[in-house]
Structures are given as structure tokens and as C-alpha cells.
């Protein structure tokens, strides 16, 4: 039951809206005039028979509900440091000590627009990933009925610009492989034989390899945490559980390496430095950046270049999409045009003799005129 009360105090007059929550819980809110009082308690009670009702008293701070959300997502180890990241450093600085209902959609735009233009701008993918981690913090709160709406829809935000993948000439792998110092050398080799995640590589253990069969199972990744040690994880996504067959130079690399190095980790991994623990991506890099140097390789060529050179050969040789998506562990074979379209053969001449084999007549030369005059007289 809601009412109206109208209240005088030093001469000042206000009007005391009451009504009573879900929870039963009486509930006030003062107005200056009697109208917004009723406008308001229209509002709420519209929203109670709907089931929509929000408290309009809610003092619940950005930075509190976002981080009872984050402890209670469902993510990888990895997604939840990254979140953890992004929250952080680019949301709390702005909006984490904000009632979560005082956030305004153009304040978010404003958000979007300096993270994008300040002079240590984030990338447009980048800025994308943190207005969906807000997003979906106001999704939740939406259903936790604290408030009625997300201040994120609507949101212009800033467009990816296409970057055209462009592989690595097989000089330049093979150059890499020679510049990797020995106990690496199989790992540039597995890398660009079998377009493998580098957490994936680096987590590859010894018996997920059927070197009979020449084929190697990818089911566990190597992840490094900020602070934490290396420890072996779930590849990235369901689509990431692959069995990949191995060409035989990479079996034989494989073969040389297990001989030479034996792994004495705990969880048989293949790539271990010298004392048996597992390759750090921080070590690894300190030793990559060199090889890049020596090899002659682009500025900025990373292991994951490797697994793009992989995708060229197979696409080279004739490969389908659904083949390449398979091998290299894509969650659908859109991710995998829109990574690699412009790699596979232009098909316009094909498509023209296609049509041209099955429609097209041969040329008839035409009668010649005279014979056919000849023919009618006789």
C-alpha cells in the first residue's frame, strides 16, 4: 500500500512518497511537489505488478557488485586475470566508486571516446573487450533488480580496422629454425608444422605424442600467471581438443629433441629449460627476440606467425576451410575466413569455367550465302 504524506518544516513544504518493497520493507522518498510524488509512486508501482521494480534507493558502488561478479563467473584462469586487468586498470579509475544507478549512457560514451583517444590509446579491440566486461556487469545487475537499465546500450564504439594477414616466407622459417639454439630447435619446427598454440607447445607432454601413428593430441595448455607459477590448463576453447597429424620432418625433430633432452618434469612435458621446469613465455621471449634479429625475420614476428605460416601451406596445397579450421583448433570456420580469406585462390576464373564448360555451345560457322541459293534453284 503506498500513500503521500505532505510534511512542513520551517516553512519549507515536501511531500513524502511511501510504498513497501518486495521484501515487504517499507520504502520513503520526499519530493518538492505533490505531483512528483504521485508521478513517482505511479512509476513504482507499475513496476512492482511487472516485476521490474528497482530500488531507487540503491547505494551499491560500481567496484563492489563488479567484483562479486567477477569471483562468481564461470572463466578460465587466464579470461579471469584478464578481466581482472581490464576492470582495474581502465573501469575503476573512472566509474568504480559510482552508484551503479548514477551512470549515464553519455558518460560512458565520454568513457569510450578517451580510452581510445588518450596518448596511450587502447587498440579498438581492446576498447571492445572492456565496454563488454561493463556490459555484462549491468546485465547482471539488471536481473539482480538493482537497476532498470545498462548505460552500455547504445554505446558507438570504435571500429576494428581489417589487418590482412601476411605469412612468413619459408626462408625466413627456415632461418628461424636455425637460429634456435638447440634445445628450441624442435619447438620453432612443431610451431610451424602444426600451427599450435604457444601454450599449447609449451604444454605438450610426451605421451600425447603416437609417434607410430604420427599424430599428436592437443588437450592441455601451459599458462603463466602474473605472480604464480606455470601450471597446465585446458586449451582455449572445446574447438582447441584436436588430434593433428604430424608431417614427418616434424616426428623426426620431435624424435631428435626427446633423445637429446630428456624431461625429467613431473607431467612429462616435451619443452622444459635446464632445470626441468616448464618454459616460461618470459624466458622464451628473452631468447626469441634474438632469433628474430639473427634470422632476418619482420620487426615484431612473434611464435604466433608460426602458426600462420601454417595456415598458408595448407591453404597453398589446396586445403579446405573446414580443414584448416580442424588443424588449427578454430571455433568456426567464420573465425576462419575472416583470418585467412585472402589467402585462399582467387576462384573468378573458375567460376567462368564452371559456367562456360556446361552452357556454352561451339561456335557454328554460318552458311555460306551462295551455297545456300545454289541449293534452293537445283
Known sequence: ?????????????????RWRDPSRKQRKRSFPRKLDAQRFLAT???????????????KTVLRDYAESWRLAQVHRPTTRAHVETNLRRNVYPYFGDRRLASVRPSEVQAWVSRLSSEPDALSAS?????????????????R????????????????KLPREI?????????????????????????????????????GLALDRIDFLRRTLRVDQQLVLMPGKSTFLAPPKTSASHRTIPLPQVVVEELAEHVRRFASSHPDGLVFTVEN?????????????RPMVSVAGAPAGTGFHDLRHYFASLLIRHGESVKTVQSRLGHATAAETLDTYSHLWPDSDDRTREAVDSVLRRPAVPPMCPDQGTEEGSG
Open 1 to 17: 500500500m503506498s500513500s503521500i504524506e505532505k510534511r512542513i518544516r520551517d516553512g519549507n513544504t515536501t511531500w513524502i512518497a
Open 166 to 202: 601476411v605469412p612468413l616466407a619459408t626462408e625466413t622459417v627456415e632461418a628461424l629454425i636455425s637460429a634456435a639454439p638447440p634445445r628450441l630447435r624442435a619447438l620453432v619446427v612443431l610451431g610451424a608444422g602444426t600451427g599450435m598454440r604457444q601454450g599449447e607447445c609449451f
Open 126 to 142: 581492446t576498447v571492445q573487450v572492456v565496454h563488454g566486461i561493463v556490459a555484462s556487469i549491468y546485465k547482471a545487475a539488471i
Open 144 to 159: 539482480d533488480r538493482l537497476v532498470s537499465s545498462s548505460p552500455c546500450e547504445g554505446t558507438r564504439l570504435p571500429k
Open 276 to 288: 626441468g621446469s616448464g618454459l616460461r613465455r618470459t624466458v622464451f621471449s628473452r631468447v626469441w
Open 44 to 58: 513504482v508501482e507499475a513496476d512492482l505488478v511487472r516485476g521490474s521494480y528497482v530500488d531507487p534507493n540503491d
